[in-house]
């Protein structure tokens, strides 16, 4: 008999079992349920389309057997079974390579084990097992296969024999050790609080031999024990119990037992409808960001059922792009069991049912940050950007569904608000929500454009992620407000005062900002004086659609159009430094081109924005040292 090696990555898996330090190894025993339930539902698939299958509920069951003397544990379904191939290929191999490397990453990371939040499935066995026998016999083949193994040096597969169609697995459990016991997975009670934690909604029944006590007949003190079958579970779907009878702690088994994320749901939502259209979801907004969530690996969508039995494992169609971080199930009873991915995008229910989704996940998303700020920070944390991305996706097309749930972080408040938030607070006299954009928090504080604003006593928020401001260029105004960049060209801010001296200040400065503007060879659009600075010198301003953060986002796209902001350069005439200039106009061309030149560049670095000739500015500022 030829000892086959596992896969190199099936391996380092194997080894974080065996050595875990995992606390919750019992969650071994739902991996394995699981699978069982999962090859009777393949059965009961096969037995919608082939009529030589008749599919009679009493005959499909998983088993559970204790041996405590010889330290066996046994699961046995009457599923589908595995052929020799499918026992080399399934148990042979990892199917999921994407989360190993995670796994280690994060295990580095965190210090602590996070192995069983993961969907490592059989593996999970040699957390409690040292030797794990796999005996199957697949549908349709007369010949049965034995996997053997000890998890650390591979696996041998032989021919063997068994009755019925199914698999069993024994799991010879490990002796305890001094820091870990292991009896307790030879402990009936034990073993029956595991199946009710975890695998309480599990369609068909699991059942176990299980030690009762009766009264001898005849005595009043007596007690004579006897075994008998029992089903632990108790088979009714999670989803078709009343709300009533769970707690929070069952949702969250269902959302690992289902591995829907490595996290705890933040909250959930367990639907019920029944009118026009039936169907019963529950659904999970995840506590943090899955790792793939913004690679091309994520997947979006919900598993859906058609009356129990699961009919596909990622339905997309049930969840906008905009709420594709959401987990969960459907199921409904007006679905057809062998409904065709084609014809279902264009079902009639799915699409009504995809609609009813989506609203009730906004008012839960609703009512979460109406009654739950902190968590729904938390949940925003993560998940806020997707949700910008979606009111600028589809040109604006759901701008107004999603509206209401994003935030910014306020010049004000220093946390995140929502923009009722901001409009509410709007002083009679401000006509626009004003906003600032760059890289930090940090950043933004300290840029000299928001001077002004910040003055009048107006609140500004920050846009920080790349997508902000073009989201909110496709929402364009907020009860009825429209937002203002504090670079843009008009600020709205002027009273009549001010803007007089402003045009005085134009006309008497006229000359030598034009002169500016050629020295700059046209770099900038204008140059003029600033309305809005008031302690610093210079700043860019923005004329038209592109601003500089937009521009920036666009330069760095592979195939960008060159699409440029128009700047146009703004100095402080109040400033010292702008005495200088008019000096140097009368007296100095040769400076006055030294200090536009500086001025230029400062207000280049200010924005984040790559001088043209570093080494120049460098021997610039040298000039004005010596
Ligand atoms: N009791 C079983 N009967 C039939 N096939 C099984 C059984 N247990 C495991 N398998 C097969 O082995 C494969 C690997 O199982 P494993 O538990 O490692 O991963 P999985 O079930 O595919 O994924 P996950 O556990 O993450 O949902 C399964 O997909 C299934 O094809």
């Not at 280690?104 to 097992?129: C, P, R």
Request: charged residues 30%; contains cysteine.
């Amino acid at each position: 008999m030829v000892k086959k090696e596992f896969k190199a990555e099936s391996k380092r898996l194997l080894e974080m079992m065996i050595n875990s330090i995992y606390t919750q190894k019992e969650i071994f025993l739902r991996e394995l349920i699981s699978n069982s339930s999962d090859a009777i539902d393949k059965i009961y698939y096969r037995a919608l389309t082939d009529e030589s299958i008749s599919f009679d509920s009493d005959n499909y069951f998983v088993k559970i057997d204790i041996d405590k003397e010889n330290r066996l544990l046994t699961i046995t379904d009457t599923g589908i079974g595995m052929t020799k191939e499918e026992l080399e290929a399934n148990l042979g191999t990892i199917a999921k390579s994407g989360s190993l490397a995670f796994k280690t990453e994060n295990e580095l990371k965190d210090g602590h084990d996070i192995i069983g939040q993961f969907g490592v499935g059989f593996y999970s066995a040699f957390m409690v097992a040292d030797h794990v026998t796999v005996t199957s016999r697949a549908l349709d083949s007369g010949e049965a296969y034995v996997w053997r193994s000890n998890g650390a040096d591979g696996y041998t597969i032989e021919e063997a024999t068994k009755e019925s169609v199914g698999t069993t697995i024994e799991l010879k459990i490990k002796e305890n050790t001094e820091d870990e016991s292991y009896d307790e997975f030879l402990e009936e009670y034990r073993i029956q609080s595991i199946i009710k934690k975890y695998s309480d909604f599990i369609r068909y029944p699991i059942k176990m031999d299980v030690t009762n006590r009766n009264l001898k007949e005849g005595t009043e003190d007596e007690w004579e024990e006897f075994t008998e079958e029992k089903t632990i579970n108790s088979l009714v779907p999670i989803w078709r119990k009343n709300k009533s009878e769970l707690k929070d702690e069952d949702y969250e088994n269902f959302y690992q037992e289902k591995h829907y994320g490595f996290d705890k749901p933040l909250t959930h939502l367990h639907i019920s409808v029944d009118g026009a259209i039936r169907y019963q979801s529950i659904l999970f907004i995840p506590e943090s960001m899955p790792f793939d969530y913004y690679s091309k690996e994520y997947e979006k969508g919900l598993e859906l059922y058609s009356n129990g039995v699961l009919i596909m494992n990622k339905c997309a169609d049930l969840l906008p792009d905009y709420f594709s971080f959401v987990k969960g199930m459907v199921d409904s009873e007006d679905l057809s069991l062998n409904i065709s991915r084609e014809i279902l995008q264009h079902d009639r229910q799915l699409k009504m049912i995809a609609k009813n989704i989506k609203n009730k996940i906004k008012s839960q998303l609703q009512s979460l940050l109406k009654n739950e700020r902190e968590k729904y920070e938390k949940f925003y944390e993560a998940f806020g950007r997707q949700l910008k991305f979606g009111m600028y996706n589809d040109f604006g097309a759901n701008k107004d569904e999603l509206k209401d749930l994003v935030m910014f972080y306020s010049s004000k408040e220093k946390k995140l608000v929502t923009l009722a938030e901001y409009v509410e607070r709007m002083p009679e006299e401000q006509k626009y929500i004003y906003y600032a954009s760059g890289d930090s928090i940090e950043r933004i504080d300290k840029m000299p454009q928001t001077e002004m604003v910040t003055d009048k006593g107006f609140e500004i928020l920050y846009f920080t992620d790349d997508v902000d401001e073009f989201a909110i260029k496709m929402l364009m105004n907020y009860q009825e407000k429209e937002f203002k960049s504090v670079s843009s060209g008009d600020l709205g801010l002027d009273s009549e005062d001010t803007q007089e001296s402003d045009e005085k200040d134009e006309q008497e400065y006229q000359e030598l900002f034009t002169e500016m503007n050629k020295l700059l060879d046209s770099k900038v659009k204008e140059v003029r004086a600033s309305k809005r600075l008031r302690t610093h010198p210079v700043c860019f301003a923005t004329d038209g659609e592109v601003t500089i953060e937009m521009e920036k986002i666009l330069q760095a796209m592979p195939d960008n159009q060159n699409v440029k902001a128009e700047k146009i350069l703004e100095i402080n005439t109040e400033h010292e430094v702008f005495q200088s200039l008019v000096q140097a106009f009368g007296q100095d061309k040769e400076k006055l081109n030294l200090y536009t030149n500086l001025l230029y560049n400062q207000a280049l670095l200010i924005e984040g924005l790559p001088l043209q000739d570093p080494v120049q500015f460098t021997n610039d500022m040298c000039k004005v040292m010596v």
